[in-house]
Nanobody, 126 residues
């Protein structure tokens, strides 16, 4: 089992930026597909972005393309989510997730990930 700890959330004005981090406690971090999901109040959890084992392949939800960037540092067992041009509708709890499989097709499905962090709150004010 992988323990995931997110950090970096907070309150930011519309148009601002935040960088989320997710630290993983697993020896084979470089062999995990990592994903970010979010859940806004009253809504279902939705896919944000995912990154392949080496970081060479990135996946984004359409609403995040061009504004969010996912990256990873396998030496630090950490995955990041850089969020720019934030909008009030980006307000949500953001979750980090890990899968030991190389996900090239189902990276956007919650069920593809077996381990989840506790989430970090991101609030964007207008």
């Amino acid at each position: 089992q992988v323990q995931l700890v997110e950090s970096g959330g907070g309150l930011v004005q519309a148009g601002g930026s935040l960088r989320l981090s997710c630290a993983a406690s697993v020896r084979t971090f470089s062999r995990y597909t990592m994903g970010w999901f979010r859940q806004a109040p009253g809504k279902e959890r939705e896919f944000v972005a995912a990154i392949s084992w080496s970081g060479g392949t990135l996946y984004y939800a359409d609403a995040m393309k061009g504004r969010f960037t996912i990256s990873r540092d396998n030496a630090k067992n950490t995955v990041y989510l850089q969020m720019n041009s934030l909008k009030p509708e980006d307000t949500a709890v953001y979750y980090c997730a890990a899968s030991p499989e190389y996900l090239s097709r189902n990276y956007y499905r919650e069920g593809s990930y077996g381990d989840w962090g506790q989430g970090t709150q991101v609030t964007v004010s207008s």
